[in-house]
């Protein structure tokens, strides 16, 4: 079994910051890659940022480019989402993903956390 835990969301005004964290547990052999998405009323469940444990590979959505940084602790499956100058329009459910390797099997599979809100208001 794999649980990822997200915190960290809340309300702030436009402008603000917030720092979300994600952490994986569970029966895990291996990380290779965990990323933050975000889903907002009526839309399509979009990345926002993925890390990959080896090699450390960043990517980011265009709309947060420059305003968001993910991050890793090392030596741990934790991940952090540092949202900076937050937008109305970022108001949304942030998810953490992870691809994993469980100990019980010989190949990744792929986990979903249960989200955190994010309200951004003007």
């Known amino acids: 079994q794999v649980q990822l835990v997200e915190s960290g969301g809340d309300s702030v005004h436009a402008g603000g910051s917030l720092r979300l964290s994600c952490t994986a547990s569970?029966?895990?052999?291996?990380?290779?890659?965990m990323a933050w998405y975000r889903q907002a009323p009526g839309m399509e469940r979009e990345l926002v940022a993925s890390i990959e444990f080896r090699g450390g590979v960043i990517r980011y959505g265009d709309s947060v480019k420059d305003r968001f940084t993910i991050s890793r602790a090392n030596a741990m499956k934790l991940v952090y989402l540092q949202m900076n100058d937050l937008k109305v329009e970022d108001t949304a459910v942030y998810y953490c993903w992870a691809s994993v390797l469980p100990t019980n099997s010989d190949r990744f599979n792929t986990y979903w956390g249960q989200g955190t809100q994010v309200t951004v208001s003007s």
């Open positions: 569970g029966s895990i052999f291996s990380v290779r890659s």
